[in-house]
């Protein structure tokens, strides 16, 4: 389990993630094989929701532009399976990032808590944990088992590295 920086009150009234530009958005979840697997033993979890390339697929937002997560309640901000919520999920504002042939953690300053607190020592301390964590012989084995969750994002600041090879030669 990793524990979360950006407290859940925070997250409830920022309005900012589980939300993006186009359907097929890099921001979009992907699931560990595990997870599908948790979600679709849930009764009330259409399948629908899950694209082909194991991502979650997000839905029009009723609300207006853009599209949402197809587990965000709108009308409270609230995560639907919050207790089951994916590893990429937890672990947002951070990421795992390929750039130049690396594995790195990275994280995203659209957050506006992140934003306030990244040069903070609260935020170093955390980053050192999830580093840790992320280095670790268990978390290394599923990364490699999972070189999806592995993307390219842009617009993000570099906070440390992951030990794992290229993910192309895994």
């Keep these: 389990m ?15 993630c589980c939300r993006f530009k186009e359907a097929d958005s890099v921001w979009s979840p992907c699931l560990l094989d ?18 082909i390339n194991r ?5 029009a937002n009723p609300d207006g532009a853009g599209f ?10 609230k995560c639907k399976i919050y207790d089951i919520r994916p590893f990429e999920c937890r672990l947002y504002p951070f990421l795992i ?7 790195l953690l990275t994280v995203d300053l659209n957050c506006p808590y992140v934003y306030e607190k990244i040069n903070t020592q609260e935020a170093k301390d ?8 992320l280095n ?8 490699k088992g999972n070189p999806r969750i592995i993307q390219a994002y842009e617009e993000v600041r ?12 895994i």
């Design 55 to 59: 991502r979650i697929c997000p839905v």
């Design 97 to 103: 990032n390929l750039r130049k042939g690396k594995v």
């Design 34 to 51: 595990e997870e599908i697997q948790e979600l679709l033993d849930k009764k009330d979890i259409p399948v629908a929701s899950i694209s």
């Design 2 to 16: 990793i524990k979360q920086f950006v407290p859940s009150e925070f997250c409830i009234k920022c309005k900012g």
């Design 158 to 169: 570099e906070v440390a590295e992951i030990n794992l090879k290229r993910p192309e030669a």
């Design 126 to 133: 955390y980053i050192a944990y999830l580093a840790g964590y």
């Design 136 to 143: 670790s012989p268990k978390q290394l084995k599923m990364l």
């Design 68 to 77: 949402v997560c197809p587990y965000l309640e709108i009308q409270d901000n």
